[in-house]
């Protein structure tokens, strides 16, 4: 915990690498503990909100983030814990991949974890994942509702108090 920027080239420290490997630097008052240590905070309900990317992400909030069948991959790493151990899960992604919608009725690729998403923030929008289905609380200036329609497979519920997303 408190992690600093990237360092520069040539003064990375060897013993500083995040869990993927990359060099890292630390904060003022950071502190460091291994991954039994990091799972067992994500496992035992102490994480409040867990930001990941995603492939794809449905309507009822199921998400898949960790593999392409067919093609390498590295595994699931802590993906699976952090959507499931996580109280909020809001996820960070492209609205869509070279033009075809992530967003979808329902997922196409294996799962990572189901009915676990809160919350999708793109580039056009800000969602919520609702009973009822994805609701638009906010809309990027550049784009519309019906081009977030467009972009989208699954149906939008445009929120009658939806407002610009703050750029």
Known sequence: MGMGPTPEEGKEDKNLINAGGGAITLLPSACTFDSATSFAIIRGGHVNVSFLGALQVDEKGNLANWIIPGKMAPGMGGAM????????????????????????????????????????????????????????????????????????EAKLILDPNWKPMDI
């Open 81 to 152: 814990d952090l959507v499931v151990g996580a109280k909020r899960v809001i996820l960070t992604m492209e609205h869509t991949q070279k033009g075809a919608p992530k967003i979808l009725k329902e997922c196409t690729l294996p799962l990572t974890a189901a009915g676990q998403v809160n919350m999708i923030i793109t580039e056009m929008g800000v969602m919520d994942i609702t009973p009822e289905g994805i609701v638009v609380r906010e809309i990027h200036p550049e784009f519309t509702f019906e081009q977030m329609q467009a972009a989208t």
